[in-house]
């Protein structure tokens, strides 16, 4: 049977990105489905019945939802260019690292669109701090799992890169070379690799939909 | 060389009590250590040194944090009587629904003790229609992953058993056979099996222990 493989997402999601860029460092032919949040589709709806979020994998017809689940999922099922180490241990931390970043770094990162100035201040400082966690760790290795690219870079490149655009569009500095030079020399290196910056949204439109969130959210604090 | 496997508990939690479980489940050895989270040992400390919480497994020196991490560790380095299925797609199904149940319904238990009269009313129906998806996802099935005992078991059994107990204490019948019928069911099997009842904390001290996080949390909001 002919692999079928959609990929339910949505163009500024860094994990909707995150499931694109594996898919494409294991050479994976997939449709991918843009997904309209305001109007959720049938098959959004029908394909990830208990959230209804994106990104949802959909392989031969069966959908697997949730980006880390959907990531172990692909890498247990086209075993090529691994994204886990093969050592269970390595692998443990792998997971250990990928889980700090969803849910603590993602989850104070989510606090600041609804903040007041003073509050966003406190979350950029806590951010900062969660970052200085993963540049120890990076610290004096080449990437997260070592020598080769593996499951924290993908999911950390992407998350530091909206990051740095973020700082871009609000024109603040909190991410640079001077504070965090490991994870800004790995994060060149990572922009070194072309697939990496294939799954990066158009510059233009990706700045213009944040300044378009900053001020939706400014409005609704009004 | 021997394996040398401890685990760093707290005897009234249910994310160390999932680890024993599986440890008791799979017949490994272990020496537990009870940890005294306000007053941290250095050994808690050094193993993880990110999040200072338990549970820590340590597994010839070598320590994992996070229970779902931890789990996926025991599972691939001891494969007897596996927990998560060898199928990739039944994988991704059990990491789904062990991750709902820490995302989702932990998340929203977990914001039950702070919480004043009506807003522990709207929690509990919160966790009611919570549950109610996992109500549904088990109808039909003898266990979650279908005939044999794995994952989301183990780790819905602990949840589920610590509501009970929890509404026991609180003289409140939100879990019961009448709107719950299949996870009544089902959790009545699981009790049938000795090693699921060794995990659990002695009742008259768990009684005691959770009547005092209540009158704690009673004196903290007058």
Chains 1, 2 share one sequence.
Request: proline content about 5%.
């Amino acid at each position: 049977m002919a692999e079928e493989v959609k990929l339910l997402g949505l163009w500024a999601s860094p994990f909707s990105c995150r499931v694109e860029l594996v898919l494409k460092l294991k050479g994976i032919q997939y449709q991918y489905i843009e997904v309209d949040l305001f109007n959720k589709s049938p098959l959004l709806l029908k394909s990830n019945p208990v959230h209804k979020k994106i990104p949802v994998l959909i392989h031969n017809g069966k959908p697997i939802a949730e980006s880390h689940v959907i990531l172990e999922y692909i890498d247990e099922t086209w075993k090529n260019n691994p994204i886990l180490p093969e050592n269970p241990y390595d692998r443990a931390i792998a997971r250990f690292w990928a889980k700090f970043i969803d849910e603590k770094i993602v989850q104070t990162a989510s606090k600041f669109r609804s903040a007041n100035e003073e509050e966003k201040e406190q979350i950029l400082e806590e951010l900062g701090e969660q970052l200085k966690v993963i540049e120890k760790e990076l610290e004096g290795k080449e990437f997260f799992g070592g020598e080769s690219i593996g499951y924290v870079d993908i999911v950390a490149f992407l998350l530091v890169y909206w990051f740095q655009v973020g700082q871009e569009v609000m024109q603040k500095e909190w991410i640079n070379e001077e504070k965090f030079p490991v994870l800004c020399k790995w994060m060149g290196k990572l922009h070194e690799i072309d697939v990496f910056n294939q799954c990066l949204p158009p510059k233009d439109k990706h700045y213009a939909y944040i300044r378009a969130q900053i001020e939706a959210a400014k409005s609704a604090s009004k």
